[in-house]
């Protein structure tokens, strides 16, 4: 028969609550010794390979996203914001944690800040892509010049947002992000 995706809920209109969540939505860590994990993203498997009739009060599979900034304000919001969107979000404040991370962890999309301390968000990436990964990217930094912007695209980001942003346009192109793995 034909599958059935309920929407997600809408907290805004009376009467919707938000989805009930299984999974650990706290801010973690990669525990040492890093050891590589090998599922494939969400994002990237064939849908005929996971995909189940869903009953109303099923779970969404969530897409896993590794946020690496140093601000912890902007973090914080950022995190937030992707949590209520259903998203199982990991947070690393330097581009060699995050470097660590990815290297353990197999993340359907990262959002990447230039200015990292110990390691830069283009060295970053570099490595990220040495390493074979083919994890969407979105560069969300400050820098806004031509030069940056061409860089970090020319390193292998998918996408670049400059600082400051709307919050609906960077989820939306967060999702955007993902629909282009899926494909």
């Known amino acids: 028969g034909k599958l059935l995706r309920p929407s997600p809920p809408d907290a805004t209109r009376p009467g919707f609550g938000s989805w009930p969540s299984s999974r650990q939505t706290e801010t973690s860590l990669v525990p040492a010794p890093y050891t590589r994990l090998t599922h494939t993203p969400l994002a990237c498997r064939d849908p005929a390979q996971y995909d189940v009739p869903l009953q109303v009060h099923d779970t969404p599979r969530s897409m896993r996203l590794l946020i690496v900034e140093d601000h912890p304000i ?35 999309a990262g959002i990447l800040d230039i200015g990292l301390p110990k390691l830069d968000g283009y060295e970053g990436l570099r490595r990220m892509r040495r390493r074979g990964s083919k994890t969407p990217v979105l560069m969300l930094t400050a820098r806004d010049a031509l030069e940056d912007r ?15 942003y709307d919050l609906p346009e960077l989820e939306a192109r967060v999702r955007a992000l993902l629909r282009r793995c899926q494909s």
């Open 74 to 108: 902007l973090a914080d919001g950022l995190i937030k914001a992707l949590k209520s969107a259903d998203y199982a979000v990991d947070h690393a404040t330097s581009g060699e944690a995050a470097d660590h991370m990815l290297a353990a962890q197999t993340y359907d």
């Open 150 to 164: 061409v860089r970090g695209l020319d390193l292998g980001a998918d996408d670049y947002q400059t600082k400051p």
